[in-house]
């Protein structure tokens, strides 16, 4: 009978599965026969046999309909008939330690699955795995690494009232291929971090790493749950990758993707000749023609909540995205296809045991359904998430910023809609990889006009993203303004930072990013709608927006033209008397722009448009973006 965290595993209540299956290097006490010497004569032996701690290796495997099974590898050059596995449970779990085995060794499970079919199969938890294509599993030694970020650690907490900006990104063509390699975690991070710290983003946030077979899948597509993806090098090195960002006060965060699975058949799909892992009616397969995880499944909810518990664990990672939510929420994210009860109760059933268990980590919902609750507490029936993907926001931005100027006041409420919802959940504002491939353009070519126009368009667009409530992430070469969309097979274009137009994309960036780290009221409280005013929300005809944002002594004025018109004195209404400084103007020159800003401190007047008791006038130029700040009463 199962028991422990073994019968924890089976019903569906275990997050540290890994724990307990897979390839763990261990001691065992086991019989050795020595030879001793003869008391009488020393020069002759005879044969004792002693108890003695060995070295080796504890191979656990869950697949309740296989027999025969054994361990395969290069130490018994692949002959199933030398480590034949014992059944040590009616569950269907198998066992067997290794003696003398190493570090980087490959192997396998050899089984009969339910079909009467000898196949072999990869190990499920395997924390390392070959180089793609190979698909063999290795052993690895994951104990023993040293940390150095207990600061980090001791400080860290879910943001809520923190600035949080994101930078989103896919680790092998960010720099891409060096002397046709690509650079482990370890040098990545040489050129990452110093970087990062240039611009102020506060996190990243990297693509899949668990092994993947296919390239083309961006890692959304995995084989190995447990394992880090070998490209890069091994689960030490990337300790030591997210060891190095805590280090320099930079958070990591892991796109994680429990939907779906890989369909080669040396890994999960029907590993025991069952659907063991996925569905076994018309849901099987994913829209991306993978095979889906059956969430109804107890052993399929511990074995992805483990896998997610594991690199919280072991890497440290700082949070987990979780991809596809809605795919979870909903059969096939369809919300007419009725709610996924076993998709609901998994999620509900991951966030509180994380959270249980690491308190200061954010779950983080990429989630593109209007379902009620997504950040919602468990404690008042919600699906426990930290923050959730605004998708609204952002393909209703995105579709704004395109429109010709003289058809934006018919567009008028793709901008101020926003905040109708917002206070409904916690939500993250995203500008990421799914904005930037497959013929959708990118970022600054969605922007609408002329080259010139784009850019000032741009420098509009991401001063919006920062002003507007909710985290921010933005996707890695958003601040380099490529026109050329993201491949995985490539280097981002970092021949464009020679050019003053792109570059000073990086700045625009960079400071906005210190802005909101220094301005509280950008970033503080910012789920509470009291600290959010709109100064000018109904005038379509000229397309100008203003809103103020308040939390204590920072108390900040956000302006937008979405026009090329410029006007040398514009009111803006106030609802506070005194005086203003400008702070931030995606105008001035150092941007790209035409230097048409507010230089000297603006003192209120009464009176003012929308039935504001006070005023602001102003310059205000073609597309502009303007911060003020409240410096004091008049």
């Known amino acids: 009978m199962a028991y422990g965290i073994l019968a924890d595993y089976l019903n569906g209540q275990s997050i540290e599965g890994y724990t307990y299956f897979g390839a763990h290097f261990t001691k065992k006490e086991m019989e050795i ?18 108890i003695k701690l060995v070295n080796g290796v504890t191979f656990r495997l869950y697949a309740p309909l296989a027999s025969d099974v054994s361990v395969i590898g290069d130490f018994n050059n692949w ?57 063999c599993s290795r052993l690895f030694n994951i104990e023993g690494f040293i940390w150095h970020d207990r600061p980090y650690l001791n400080n860290r907490d879910r943001n809520f009232d923190k600035p949080m900006s994101i ?17 482990s975690y370890e040098e990545i991070a040489d050129y990452l971090i110093p970087y990062l710290k240039g611009l102020g983003f506060t996190h990243i946030e990297i693509m899949p790493i668990t092994q993947y077979p296919f390239p083309g899948s961006w890692g959304y597509q995995a084989t190995g749950f447990y394992s880090v993806d070998s490209t890069y090098g091994n689960p030490m090195q990337l300790m030591s990758f997210v060891d190095r960002m805590h280090q ?26 069952s659907c063991q892992y996925e569905y076994d009616n018309e849901h099987m397969y994913s829209p991306w023609g993978s095979l889906q995880f059956d969430l109804g499944k107890d052993p399929v909810r511990s074995f992805l909540m483990s896998a997610m518990d594991y690199f919280l664990t072991y890497f440290h990672f700082d949070g987990i995205r979780v991809d596809a939510v809605s795919n979870i929420i909903y059969w096939e994210g369809n919300k007419d296809r009725g709610e996924n009860n076993g998709g609901t109760e998994f999620i509900r059933r991951l966030n509180g045991k994380i959270h249980y268990k690491h308190n200061s980590v954010m779950m983080i919902a990429e989630d593109s359904t209007d379902f009620n609750g997504t950040t919602r507490s468990l404690e008042h029936g919600g699906l426990g998430f930290d923050y959730k993907w605004d998708l609204g926001w952002m393909n209703d931005t995105l579709k704004y910023y395109s429109k010709d100027p003289i058809y934006k006041k018919w567009e008028h409420n793709k ?10 959940e916690n939500f993250l504002l995203p500008l990421s990889h799914d904005e930037v491939v497959h013929g959708k353009g990118t970022i600054i070519n969605k922007m609408y006009g002329d080259y010139d126009t784009k850019f000032a368009l741009i420098r509009n667009l991401y001063t919006y993203q920062f002003a507007h409530p909710g985290k921010k992430l933005n996707f890695m070469g958003n601040e380099l ?23 000073s994309i990086s700045r625009l960036i960079r400071d906005l990013n210190l802005i909101y780290a220094y301005e509280e009221a950008m970033h503080k409280e910012e789920y509470n709608p009291v600290h959010f005013n709109w100064l000018m929300v109904d005038n379509s005809e000229q397309s100008v927006f203003a809103f103020e944002r308040r939390v204590g002594d920072s108390h900040l004025v956000f302006v937008f033209n979405m026009t090329p018109n410029y006007y040398e004195s514009y009111d803006i209404g106030l609802t506070r008397e005194g005086s203003y400084k400008e702070i931030f103007n995606s105008d001035k020159d150092v941007y790209g722009g035409t230097n048409a800003y507010n230089g000297d401190e603006l003192k209120s007047q009464q009176y003012g448009p929308e039935n504001k008791p006070f005023k602001l006038t102003i310059k205000l ?11 004091h009463k008049n």
């Open 33 to 50: 026969e020595i030879e001793i010497p003869l008391k009488k004569d020393p020069t002759k032996t005879k044969k004792a046999t002693v």
């Open 79 to 135: 002959d199933p008939t030398v480590h034949k596995m014992k059944k040590i449970d009616d569950s269907g779990v198998f066992e067997i330690f290794i003696p003398g085995l190493h570090n980087y060794s490959f192997y396998k499970y050899h089984f009969k699955n339910c079909k009467g079919e000898y196949v072999d199969k990869a190990d499920p938890f395997a924390f390392f795995s070959e180089y793609r294509p190979g698909s």
């Open 167 to 183: 930078y989103e990104m896919h680790l092998g063509s960010w720099k891409g291929k060096v002397d046709n390699r690509f650079l």
């Open 248 to 273: 320099a006060g930079i958070g990591v965060i892991l796109d994680f993707a429990p939907v779906h699975f890989a369909v080669d058949l040396y890994s999960l799909n029907h590993f025991d000749g």
């Open 415 to 424: 901008l101020t809609f926003s905040m109708m919802y917002f206070y409904s």
């Open 481 to 503: 303004a490529s026109f050329d969309e993201w491949n995985e097979n490539r280097s981002l274009p970092w021949e464009l930072k020679r050019f003053p137009k792109h570059d």
């Open 621 to 631: 130029a073609g597309y502009a973006a303007m911060i003020f700040k409240y410096t």
